[in-house]
């Protein structure tokens, strides 16, 4: 087993370095339905990263819309880590060769102010622990070729992570209603996404818990200063080369990311 959790970390790095997507770990490195392993992957690839210098600085949830999750037959979250060589400035051109199949979803990120090592954590815990929140891009992107993927593929593959990008507008907990917050994706002023904050757990704020609990009771709690990306908030889009998109939640404001036409375009 060992071994076969070491080559299908082997294959998303080559993925991640060539540009080529691999075909689905599930059934063929990983057994179906194996998250524990899937997750070993991950710590694998994690450790790579930080290895040659990357920091972590956060965490993101994903699959906790039920839009993404019906989309690739999964029911139930998962997480993956950030560095700091995933963070795009606010309007700031991806290269869009730095990506393989990207999409882009808008979500609220939360930026904690409090350490979170206890595994049961109540409301008012997470409340006191969050410094403010922000709208915000994640670019996500997956070493699996054509997305074809399950709970086992895309956990190995750190939760299908990408770059994100953070809005330059802090807002206190106390002054939105995050479950009530609409959301639009636009691109060339035209809507391609629409949500709202129930539409990630019922609310972030239950993400949240749910990442703050397990990553505490795995040993590796989130820490003060940490951003955590907390799900999408209505369905992904994929990415069109050359094109901007913008993101606006109401009361937090908007962020927006564009991309490169590329070497062939």
């Not at 990120?109 to 049961?120: E, I």
């Not at 994640?138 to 939760?159: G, L, M």
């Not at 209505?234 to 913008?246: D, F």
Request: glycine content about 10%; proline content about 6%; hydrophobic content about 45%.
């Amino acid at each position: 087993m060992e071994a076969d959790i070491e080559a299908a970390n082997r294959e998303l790095a080559d993925a991640r370095s060539t540009g080529k997507p691999c075909a689905p770990l599930r059934g063929r490195l990983l057994p179906e339905g194996d998250v524990e392993a899937a997750y070993r992957v991950q710590q694998l690839q994690a450790r790579a990263w930080q290895g040659r210098g990357e920091r972590r600085v956060g965490a993101k949830i994903g699959l906790t819309s039920r839009a993404v999750q019906e989309t690739f037959g999964v029911f139930q979250p998962d997480f993956g880590m950030l560095t700091d060589a995933m963070a795009v400035g606010d309007g700031v051109e991806v290269p869009i060769d730095r990506l393989l199949q990207p999409r882009v979803e808008a979500e609220i990120a939360f930026v904690l102010d409090k350490d979170l090592p206890n595994p049961q954590l109540t409301t008012v815990d997470l409340i006191r622990a969050v410094d403010h929140v922000l709208p915000a891009i994640e670019i996500v992107d997956s070493r699996i070729a054509a997305w074809d993927i399950s709970i086992v593929d895309t956990v190995a593959d750190n939760a299908s992570s990408g770059l994100f990008v953070l809005g330059t507008t802090p807002r206190r907990l106390a002054d939105v209603d995050l479950r009530l917050c609409g959301m639009v994706l636009e691109h060339a002023g035209e809507p391609v996404s629409v949500g709202a904050g129930a539409a990630c757990l019922g609310n972030p704020l239950h993400a949240l818990q749910w990442l703050a609990g397990t990553l505490a009771r795995a040993g590796d709690p989130l820490r003060a200063g940490d951003v955590v990306l907390s799900g999408a908030l209505g369905p992904m889009v994929p990415v069109t080369p050359g094109a901007a998109y913008e993101a606006r939640i109401s009361g937090l404001g908007s962020v927006r990311t564009s991309f490169s036409k590329g070497d062939n375009q």
